[in-house]
């Protein structure tokens, strides 16, 4: 894994900003895994500063609540609208269907269209405070395919700033499996706060375990893990990190 510390939010969406730009630059027609959540909010508004063409480009989210309709609010399927796919014109968008009566065929034909665009280019990841990748939450199988996950307690505690109340927020979801995301050519992971300090430790430095999911990154032959230094703070081999990158090859 390339490890990226930088001193704060803003030059985490620059630098991750300047990898999708790459990506996009090499291959106008990329195949982009998208995340939501708050970590990402800013590197899609720091997308948008940027002329950008994604009229090629085709994207698979990760995951999307169960139960919720494209039109809910708090799905994410709203989310990617209101943050990215309103203000710029993509090729072919692919968000999980919440709403489905059929989860598992869904889920299964998510699967097949990934396979028919030629497989995730750059994925983008978050992570969860209990090292969840996606909703993979502790204890998925490392070798999982997208399928319906049960949120743990604490995601569902996590997440609930975002509805009404806890109770609110569903309890099942639909999210690409562990296996899918390691098919990814290049996963790109962004971590901000003191709040991702531990789970950062755990999926880079600690062992690889599905007690923390995000830790089968180690054996991705392309991770690149971009942090501030809030979410650094607890990583033993920091000074290394901080070293490699000032130092690396042209
Ligand atoms: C959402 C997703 C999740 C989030 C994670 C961190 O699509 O994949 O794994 O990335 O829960 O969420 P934030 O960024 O809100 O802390």
């Known amino acids: 894994m390339e490890i990226v510390i930088v001193d ?21 027609a990329s195949v982009l895994g998208l995340a939501t ?17 994604f009229s090629a480009v085709t994207t ?5 609540y169960l139960g919720l309709e494209a039109a809910h609010p708090c ?29 598992r065929d869904h889920c299964l034909q998510y699967e097949a269209d990934i396979a028919r665009a ?26 999982s395919r997208t399928r319906v996950k ?12 975002h509805f009404p109340a ?21 996963c790109l992971l962004l971590a901000l706060g003191k709040r991702k300090a531990q789970a950062v430790r755990d999926f880079v430095e600690g062992a690889v375990s599905a007690r923390c999911p995000a830790s089968i990154l180690q054996m991705h032959p392309r991770c ?11 990583l033993e081999l920091a000074p290394y990190y901080r070293f490699v990158w000032a130092n690396r090859p042209q």
Do not use: W
């Not at 698979?60 to 999307?64: A, S, T």
């Not at 049960?150 to 700033?161: I, K, V, Y």
């Open 60 to 64: 698979f989210n990760l995951d999307e």
């Open 75 to 103: 799905s994410y399927h709203s989310y990617m609208h209101t943050h990215l796919f309103n203000h710029a014109e993509f090729g072919c968008i692919h968000l999980l269907d919440g709403a489905t009566q059929e989860p």
């Open 166 to 186: 806890e109770e609110a927020v569903p309890m099942h979801v639909l999210t690409m499996g562990i296996g899918t995301i390691m098919e990814a050519r290049h």
């Open 224 to 234: 690149t893990v971009v942090v501030d230094n809030e979410a650094a703070s607890k």
């Open 8 to 28: 704060d939010r803003a030059s985490v969406h620059r630098l991750a900003a300047d990898m999708v730009a790459e990506q996009l630059e090499s291959k106008p």
């Open 150 to 161: 049960t949120l743990t307690p604490l995601t569902r505690q996590t997440n609930a700033r």
């Open 118 to 143: 030629g497989g995730i280019d750059l994925q983008l990841l978050g992570i969860g405070v209990d090292g969840h990748i996606a909703f993979n939450e502790p204890g998925s199988s490392l070798a």
């Open 37 to 53: 959540g708050s970590t990402m909010e800013g590197l899609y508004a720091e997308l948008l500063t940027r002329a950008l063409d």
